[in-house]
């Protein structure tokens, strides 16, 4: 069995950035800085995962967490574009990845996103994708469906799970 578990997380570890693992389900993925890096998120199960780094290439970054411990702020329903975003906390390094469809039909590129990573209260990057290229599961992201059913509850009124 370790040695299972050890080969299955080398696998895991050496994926390309592009693609979740299978039997997975894609939160937010792009392409950023014209194609030369990936980012991709990914739900299975209770698991919520996040790789960065260069297409076609191990990622430079990978984080993996619990649905209870990704911070996400869900759409209001209310505005121009449906939104929501959410957060990997590493080390005292936040990864807030976010996407945004326009709701108005004539609009030429309708999806954009992106990850904004802060230490210490301070950005550090904020990366947008390129254009055409996100791919999401769309609204709402499956991970607010995960988080309640691990027990959490949003509140409006506060901004945050319970």
Same mark, same amino acid.
């Given at each position: 069995m370790r040695l299972f578990l050890c080969s299955f997380? +080398?696998?895991?570890?050496?994926?390309?950035?592009v693609a979740c693992p299978v039997g997975s389900e894609t939160l937010v993925s792009c392409s950023l800085k014209n194609g030369s890096r990936m980012l991709t998120t990914c739900l299975q199960g209770d698991q919520v995962s996040?790789? +960065?780094?260069r297409g076609g290439a191990a990622p430079d970054l990978t984080l993996q967490r619990n649905v209870r411990d990704v911070h996400m702020v869900p759409w209001p329903g209310?505005?121009?574009?449906?939104?929501?975003?959410?957060? +990997?906390?590493?080390?005292g390094t936040y990864y807030t990845v976010y996407y945004?469809?326009?709701? %108005?039909? %004539?609009?030429?590129?309708?999806?954009?996103?992106g990850v904004i990573v802060e230490q210490?209260?301070?950005e550090l990057a904020h990366l947008h994708c390129d254009s055409g290229s996100v791919?999401?599961?769309g609204y709402a992201l499956?991970?607010?469906e995960a988080k309640e059913r691990a027990g959490q509850v949003y509140?409006?009124?506060?901004?945050?799970?319970q």
């Open positions: 997380l +080398f696998v895991v570890s050496v994926l390309p950035a996040y790789a +960065f780094g209310i505005g121009r574009s449906i939104w929501e975003e959410f957060t +990997f906390e590493n080390e945004s469809l326009e709701k %108005d039909p %004539d609009v030429e590129q309708p999806w954009s996103g210490g209260g301070r791919n999401s599961s499956p991970l607010f509140s409006l009124e506060t901004g945050s799970w």
